[in-house]
């Protein structure tokens, strides 16, 4: 099925550690997102992308780093992981910029850092 | 920046009671769209508006973009059991360079059969 995919769907971090969580679409969207959901909070922007190659700081984008080196992927990386980075992500990717049809999201990663 | 007060923030309801739940800005929207996000899967759109004061139904759901521009809220007739889950508003203003969603905290709501 068409869509966005995250990998992987679950995960356990040690603080310290390092990962990345991958997002990948098949629908040829030029914009991609990667969003932070925890409790009472909503959905809370930390990087997007505006085509292959760029990427943008959202509203919480300390701790992370992206990369868009394919139009059709975009990786978000911890480089060291802390507890407050205990969240579920979700990536979505867009057609344009404002597309009037909203994004599309993945499933989910739900990140746990002890 | 932009943020929108959405509410309530949680609601418990009998299955086949009506649902009503509003979303405010402090800024205007061209768009305003609302989600619904099911547990352990991610927000899927319902319903989008794209004009002052349309009101725009998908089956049970009926959605209305305030005259102001700065609201919107979203109403569920005859709630059944799968109506369980988390409900977005978002707020976009498409055209410009960027174009982000803008979402609220969600409502979260439960049908008890």
């Known amino acids: 099925n068409a869509g966005v995919t995250q990998t992987p769907k679950f995960r356990v971090l040690k603080t310290g550690q390092s990962m990345t969580l991958l997002c990948a679409q098949d629908m040829n969207h030029e914009y991609m997102y990667w969003y932070r959901q925890d409790p009472g909070m909503g959905l809370r922007l930390i990087h997007y992308s505006v085509g292959e190659g760029t990427t943008a700081k959202g509203e919480v984008p300390d701790g992370y780093n992206v990369s868009r080196l394919k139009k059709q992927n975009f990786l978000l990386g911890l480089e060291s992981a802390a507890p407050s980075q205990t969240s579920v992500y979700f990536c979505?990717?867009?057609?344009?910029?404002?597309?009037?049809?909203?994004?599309?999201f993945g499933s989910g990663t739900r990140l746990t850092v002890v | 920046g932009q943020q929108l007060n959405q509410s309530p923030q949680s609601m418990f309801i009998q299955e086949g009671e009506d649902v009503s739940m509003n979303c405010t800005s402090s800024s205007i929207f061209n768009t305003w769209l609302w989600y619904k996000q099911e547990p352990g899967e991610g927000p899927v759109l319902l319903i989008a508006l794209y004009k002052a004061g349309e009101l725009t139904s998908n089956g049970r759901l009926t959605a209305q973009f305030g005259i102001t521009r700065k609201d919107s809220f979203l109403n569920i007739s005859a709630s059944i059991p799968s109506d369980v889950g988390i409900y977005f508003c978002?707020?976009?203003?498409?055209?410009?360079?960027?174009?982000?969603?803008?979402f609220g905290k969600g409502t979260k709501l439960s049908v008890k059969p």
């Open positions: 978002a707020g976009q203003n498409y055209g410009g360079s960027q174009g982000n969603l803008i």
């Open positions: 979505a990717s867009s057609y344009s910029a404002g597309t009037p049809y909203g994004y599309t």
